[in-house]
């Protein structure tokens, strides 16, 4: 038996891994800790809520208390909790170091006096920053440009020094852009989705050149269990989707879908600092056996058909979307 605390559990990646392994595991209990934020909606777990092996707790990664008692009953923490949209980030950063920098300290601070045999710390690709050729490996220096990837970073570098210091068995994940079910329609893909839907146009930053590499949630969960079964502690790897390609190009793939032409784009004035392009390779990874099984192509008319049949899921959520201004 596996006892397992997620935080972030709510979100569009915790709930899409709890989904999965739920599914797949059978000797496991399953804690989701999440503050619920604008982001966090119990919707996306509804599907398992009344699962036995389920259960869900309502607080905060800062709260030492509450972490002090949920952690020392478990054997793994999968941490996902976490302030994750730039744009915000540009606004208030406040948010952002708070759960991102102090939260994950919070949780590795209990982590320290506990037993936990693993402890994922869930990254990104941005914390690399931006390059125009090339790709970055895990031993590459960091170089957040947004405090997003700063506080992202941060919690990095924080989440490795406890497996140097005091041997918290902590592995890092750093993943590229995800996209699929239940993301929040304030992120690119399900922004772009919704308001087509609604005949409304799609607010492309800058000239749309800006690169992303996209994987979809399903293949970062496979990847996430994958790295818990046989990657090691102290160790980081990259998830790569291995699908680049420049936001006009995204853009163009979604107006297909819906037999739109670029009339329905409305250029908008570039983020600050907004990073040219991410790009990670993820050969230790593919070392453990890991491959991506899906085609973006196909994956994007998925993620499409399922934000077209879960309307109510996502019309009240858009009223506390982040506008791009
Ligand atoms: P999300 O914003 O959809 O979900 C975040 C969840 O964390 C929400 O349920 C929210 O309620 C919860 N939360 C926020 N603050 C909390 C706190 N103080 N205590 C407890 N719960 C709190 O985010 P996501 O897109 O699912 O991302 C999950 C993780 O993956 C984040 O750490 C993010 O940085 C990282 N990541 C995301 C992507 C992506 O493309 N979405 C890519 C790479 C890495």
């Not at 994950?104 to 006096?113: H, M, P, Q």
């Not at 772009?192 to 609604?198: C, E, P, Y």
């Not at 297909?256 to 040219?276: G, N």
Request: hydrophobic share 35%; net charge neutral; charged share 30%.
């Amino acid at each position: 038996m596996t006892r397992f605390l997620i935080t972030g559990g709510s979100g569009f990646i915790g709930s899409n891994f709890i989904r999965h392994i739920l599914k797949n595991q059978r000797e496991i209990l399953v804690t989701n800790l999440d503050k619920l934020t604008y982001a966090g909606n119990r919707e996306n777990t509804k599907e398992f809520e009344s699962d036995a092996r389920y259960e869900f707790v309502h607080g905060d990664i800062c709260d030492a208390k509450q972490v002090g008692q949920l952690v020392p009953k478990v054997d793994v923490v999968v941490h996902f909790a976490a302030e994750s949209h730039v744009d915000r980030s540009i606004d208030s950063a406040h948010d952002f170091v708070q759960t991102n920098v102090l939260g994950t300290n919070t949780l590795l601070e209990v982590a320290k006096r506990s037993k936990i045999k693993r402890f994922i710390h869930f990254s990104t690709d941005e914390v690399y920053g931006s390059r125009r050729e090339g790709s970055f490996a895990e031993v590459d220096a960091l170089n957040p440009s947004s405090p997003y990837s700063a506080s992202k970073a941060g919690s990095d570098l924080l989440a490795l020094a406890y497996w140097k210091t005091h041997k918290v068995p902590v592995t890092v994940i750093r993943s590229s852009n995800n996209f699929g079910p239940y993301q929040f329609p304030e992120k690119a893909i399900p922004l772009f989705i919704t308001n087509l839907i609604d005949g409304k146009k799609i607010p492309l930053y800058g000239k749309g050149e800006n690169v992303r590499d996209w994987i979809f949630v399903e293949d970062c969960t496979r990847a996430t269990e994958t790295i818990l079964e046989r990657g090691l502690p102290g160790e980081i790897y990259n998830v790569a989707g291995y699908s680049e390609m420049n936001n006009l190009e995204l853009t163009k793939m979604i107006l297909r879908e819906f037999d739109r032409d670029e009339r329905f784009i409305e250029y908008v004035a570039d983020r600050p600092a907004h990073d040219f392009r991410y790009s990670i390779q993820a050969k230790k990874l593919a070392g453990l056996g890991f491959v991506v099984k899906s085609n973006m192509r196909e994956r994007l008319r998925q993620t499409i058909q399922w934000y077209r049949e879960h309307e109510e899921w996502w019309r009240p959520l858009k009223k506390d979307a982040y506008t791009v201004k």
